[in-house]
C-alpha cells in the first residue's frame, strides 16, 4: 500500500481525522523497529493544542510497544529537542506541532540522533515499515517523566548567549499561546531583560489564534503605545519568530538575517563566509549581502531546503522571510528565542530602528487562482505570459525582479516583483498579474 504522509515538515493533518492516535502509534512503532539501537531512547515534546496529551500518549505507546523507551519532556519548543537529543545522546525526538496552524491541526516532525529531521530515504522507510507485521521485541520499553527538559534547553541558549546583557531593555513578546509561553519570558529576564508577555495562556484552543508570528496586530497595537524598546512574535512551536521596533514596524525574517550575518561576519563566525535564503527573499537583501561581500545561496522555499544547502556548503546560517532562522552553531533547525537573541546581540547599544542591515525593496505577491492545477504549468507556457516575464525582467535587471510560479500545493499561480518604487512595483505586479489571467481565461 503506497503512502505519501510525510510532506516537508513531517506529517501534518486534522488531529483525529487525518492525524489519528493509531497512525502516531504506528508511526512511532514503525520508526523504532527501523532503529538501530537494540531499546532506542525516544524524546517526546509537544506543543499546546488540546490534541497533543492524546497523540503524546499515541506515540510513547508506540515506542513502548516496539521495545523502546519513550521520554516525555511535555510542553518545549520545537527547537528543544534536537538539542535535547544531542546532550542527552538519545536515539529519537518526536514532535507534536502543528507550528502556525490553527489548534484543530497537528503534525508529528521526527528527528534523529544527530539532531536533524529525517530524511527522506528515512521517513520512506518509516511510511514502508507501516505495511510490515509489527515489531514484537522480547520485552516491551518503558514511558516515563523526564524532568528538567525546560531547564536543559535553557542552559544550552543561555550559554551560548552568556555574554548578551539586557538590563534596561523593555521587551515585549508574543508568544503565541504556544510552546514558548515559560520559555522565552524566563530566558530573556536570567539575561536581565524587563520583559511584558501577551498570549502566554494557553488553553488547547488558543494558539496562534489572533496572536504570535503570524497575527501580529494585538503586539503592533502594544508596541505603538511606546513603553517598550523592541518586540519578538513567536509562532506555535517556536521556530519562528518576527521583530517589531519600538514604533511597531515589523522587521520580518530577510531583515533579521542580513543583520545577523553582517554581525557573524564581523566577530568572525559566519562559517563559510555565506549565508542561504529563499526565492522569496528581498532582492535588497542579496544587495546588501553582495556589497558586504558575504556570498547568497538560494534555495527553494522551506527550511528544510535551506538546512539542505548549509549542510552541503558548510555554513552556519539561513533563514526565510517569515523568521524561520537556522543558525548551526545554536542548533540544528530554526529556534525562534536562539534568533531573537541573536538579533539583540547584533544591535548592541543600538535601537532596532537603527538597524541599516539592508534596504528592503517594496513587494507586491499576487496569488491568481486556476480552476484546477492542471492549467498552471500549460498558462505559464503560453507565449504571452513568458513574454510579459522577460519584459518586467529586462526592465528590473540590476534594480529588482520579478518571480512568477506555481504553487507546490494549490491551484494557485503566485506572482511576486520587487521594484525600487511602490509605484513601480504596482504597475510591473499588474501587467504580470494581467497576463497571466488572460492565458488562465484562455
Given at each position: 500500500m503506497t503512502r505519501q504522509l510525510f510532506g516537508t515538515d513531517g506529517v501534518r493533518g486534522r488531529a483525529g481525522d487525518f492525524l489519528t492516535a493509531e497512525l502516531a502509534m504506528r508511526l512511532a512503532g514503525a520508526a523504532v523497529a527501523l532503529a538501530p539501537e537494540e531499546h532506542p531512547q525516544v524524546l517526546i515534546v509537544r506543543d499546546t493544542r488540546e490534541s497533543g496529551e492524546m497523540l503524546e500518549a499515541a506515540i510513547a505507546a508506540g515506542v513502548a510497544a516496539a521495545g523502546g523507551d519513550a521520554l516525555l519532556a511535555g510542553v518545549l519548543p520545537t527547537p528543544a529537542a534536537p538539542l535535547l537529543v544531542r546532550r542527552g545522546g538519545l536515539s529519537l525526538a518526536a514532535v507534536i506541532s502543528a507550528s502556525h496552524n490553527p489548534y484543530e491541526d497537528n503534525g508529528i516532525k521526527l528527528f534523529g540522533a544527530d539532531g536533524f529531521k529525517l530524511g527522506d530515504d528515512d521517513e520512506h522507510a518509516i511510511e514502508a515499515q507501516l505495511d510490515a507485521p509489527a515489531h514484537n521485541p522480547a520485552r516491551p520499553g518503558r514511558v516515563r517523566r523526564l524532568s528538567g527538559a525546560l531547564e536543559d534547553y535553557l542552559s544550552e541558549l543561555h550559554a551560548r548567549f552568556a555574554g548578551l546583557e539586557l538590563t534596561g531593555r523593555r521587551i515585549l513578546l508574543d508568544c503565541a499561546n504556544g510552546a514558548t509561553y515559560r520559555a522565552a519570558p524566563e530566558l530573556f529576564r536570567r539575561l536581565g531583560a524587563e520583559v511584558d508577555v501577551l498570549?502566554?495562556?494557553?488553553?488547547?484552543?488558543?494558539?496562534?489564534?489572533?496572536?504570535?508570528?503570524?497575527?501580529?496586530?494585538?503586539?503592533?497595537?502594544?508596541?505603538?503605545?511606546?513603553?517598550?524598546?523592541?518586540?519578538?512574535?513567536?509562532?506555535?512551536?517556536?521556530?519562528?519568530?518576527?521583530?517589531?521596533?519600538?514604533?511597531?514596524?515589523?522587521?520580518?525574517?530577510?531583515?533579521?538575517?542580513?543583520?545577523?550575518?553582517?554581525?557573524?561576519?564581523?566577530?568572525?563566525?559566519?562559517?563559510?563566509?555565506?549565508?542561504?535564503?529563499?526565492?522569496?527573499?528581498?532582492?535588497?537583501?542579496?544587495?546588501?549581502?553582495?556589497?558586504?561581500?558575504?556570498?547568497?545561496?538560494?534555495?527553494?522555499?522551506?527550511?528544510?531546503?535551506?538546512?539542505?544547502?548549509?549542510?552541503?556548503?558548510?555554513?552556519?546560517?539561513?533563514?526565510?522571510?517569515?523568521?524561520?532562522?537556522?543558525?548551526?552553531?545554536?542548533?540544528?533547525?530554526?529556534?525562534?528565542?536562539?534568533?531573537?537573541?541573536?538579533?539583540?546581540?547584533?544591535?548592541?547599544?543600538?535601537?532596532?530602528?537603527?538597524?541599516?542591515?539592508?534596504?528592503?525593496?517594496?513587494?507586491?505577491?499576487?496569488?491568481?487562482?486556476?480552476?484546477?492545477?492542471?492549467?498552471?504549468?500549460?498558462?505559464?507556457?503560453?507565449?504571452?505570459?513568458?513574454?510579459?516575464?522577460?519584459?518586467?525582467?529586462?526592465?528590473?535587471?540590476?534594480?529588482?525582479?520579478?518571480?512568477?510560479?506555481?504553487?507546490?500545493?494549490?491551484?494557485?499561480?503566485?506572482?511576486?516583483?520587487?521594484?525600487?518604487?511602490?509605484?513601480?512595483?504596482?504597475?510591473?505586479?499588474?501587467?504580470?498579474?494581467?497576463a497571466v489571467e488572460q492565458a488562465l481565461a484562455g
Amino acid at each position: 500500500m503506497t503512502r505519501q504522509l510525510f510532506g516537508t515538515d513531517g506529517v501534518r493533518g486534522r488531529a483525529g481525522d487525518f492525524l489519528t492516535a493509531e497512525l502516531a502509534m504506528r508511526l512511532a512503532g514503525a520508526a523504532v523497529a527501523l532503529a538501530p539501537e537494540e531499546h532506542p531512547q525516544v524524546l517526546i515534546v509537544r506543543d499546546t493544542r488540546e490534541s497533543g496529551e492524546m497523540l503524546e500518549a499515541a506515540i510513547a505507546a508506540g515506542v513502548a510497544a516496539a521495545g523502546g523507551d519513550a521520554l516525555l519532556a511535555g510542553v518545549l519548543p520545537t527547537p528543544a529537542a534536537p538539542l535535547l537529543v544531542r546532550r542527552g545522546g538519545l536515539s529519537l525526538a518526536a514532535v507534536i506541532s502543528a507550528s502556525h496552524n490553527p489548534y484543530e491541526d497537528n503534525g508529528i516532525k521526527l528527528f534523529g540522533a544527530d539532531g536533524f529531521k529525517l530524511g527522506d530515504d528515512d521517513e520512506h522507510a518509516i511510511e514502508a515499515q507501516l505495511d510490515a507485521p509489527a515489531h514484537n521485541p522480547a520485552r516491551p520499553g518503558r514511558v516515563r517523566r523526564l524532568s528538567g527538559a525546560l531547564e536543559d534547553y535553557l542552559s544550552e541558549l543561555h550559554a551560548r548567549f552568556a555574554g548578551l546583557e539586557l538590563t534596561g531593555r523593555r521587551i515585549l513578546l508574543d508568544c503565541a499561546n504556544g510552546a514558548t509561553y515559560r520559555a522565552a519570558p524566563e530566558l530573556f529576564r536570567r539575561l536581565g531583560a524587563e520583559v511584558d508577555v501577551l498570549a502566554d495562556e494557553p488553553d488547547g484552543r488558543n494558539i496562534n489564534d489572533g496572536c504570535g508570528s503570524t497575527h501580529l496586530g494585538q503586539i503592533q497595537a502594544r508596541m505603538a503605545e511606546g513603553r517598550h524598546d523592541l518586540g519578538f512574535a513567536f509562532d506555535g512551536d517556536g521556530d519562528r519568530v518576527l521583530a517589531l521596533d519600538a514604533a511597531g514596524s515589523i522587521v520580518d525574517g530577510d531583515e533579521l538575517v542580513a543583520l545577523a550575518a553582517l554581525h557573524l561576519r564581523d566577530r568572525g563566525l559566519l562559517d563559510g563566509g555565506g549565508v542561504a535564503v529563499t526565492v522569496m527573499t528581498n532582492y535588497g537583501f542579496h544587495v546588501a549581502m553582495g556589497e558586504a561581500g558575504i556570498e547568497v545561496a538560494t534555495t527553494a522555499v522551506g527550511d528544510r531546503y535551506v538546512l539542505d544547502e548549509l549542510r552541503r556548503r558548510g555554513w552556519a546560517l539561513g533563514g526565510e522571510q517569515s523568521g524561520h532562522i537556522i543558525n548551526l552553531a545554536v542548533g540544528p533547525s530554526g529556534d525562534g528565542i536562539a534568533s531573537a537573541l541573536l538579533t539583540l546581540e547584533a544591535l548592541g547599544d543600538r535601537d532596532l530602528r537603527e538597524r541599516g542591515a539592508m534596504h528592503k525593496l517594496p513587494q507586491r505577491l499576487v496569488n491568481i487562482r486556476a480552476r484546477e492545477r492542471a492549467g498552471l504549468l500549460a498558462a505559464l507556457e503560453r507565449a504571452a505570459v513568458r513574454d510579459a516575464i522577460a519584459t518586467a525582467a529586462d526592465g528590473l535587471r540590476g534594480r529588482g525582479r520579478v518571480l512568477v510560479r506555481p504553487s507546490g500545493t494549490e491551484p494557485l499561480i503566485r506572482v511576486m516583483v520587487e521594484a525600487p518604487s511602490e509605484q513601480e512595483t504596482d504597475e510591473v505586479c499588474a501587467a504580470l498579474t494581467l497576463a497571466v489571467e488572460q492565458a488562465l481565461a484562455g
